[in-house]
């Protein structure tokens, strides 16, 4: 119903920067969720920053006070800003959007790497 796709991921040395972006197509309608998670190799998918209607913002522990998330609404597009990045950060990201309760729409994922 919905697709997604994810850019900017990329190489990035320890102390980096990489601003990754979200962009949604199809039967979007109003957006109520937006997320940003991760996958590294062996380990579990992990909410890296979230973003609901009415503003509220949320970062996962391991991210927090280096990334952050925006969107634009007329536009049907999001953004993750991503600083000091550190080897850790390394993973497959993925946005994720939902319309509506039981709604549930991801991305195919960007790769980032760190290297140190």
């Known amino acids: 119903q919905v697709r997604v796709v994810e850019s900017g991921g990329g190489l990035v040395q320890t102390g980096g920067s990489l601003r990754l972006s979200c962009a949604a197509s199809g039967s979007i309608g109003t957006i109520l969720f937006m997320g940003w998670y991760r996958q590294a190799p062996g380990k579990q998918r992990e909410l890296v920053a979230e973003?609901?209607?009415?503003?509220?913002?949320g970062y996962g522990d391991s991210v927090k006070g280096r990334c952050t998330i925006s969107r634009d609404i007329a536009k049907n597009t999001g953004n993750l800003q991503m600083d000091s990045l550190k080897p850790e950060d390394t993973a497959v990201y993925y946005c994720?959007?939902?319309?509506?309760?039981?709604?549930?729409?991801w991305g195919q994922g960007t790769q980032v790497t760190v290297s140190s």
């Open positions: 973003m609901h209607s009415g503003g509220y913002k």
């Open positions: 994720r959007i939902r319309r509506f309760l039981g709604d549930d729409n």
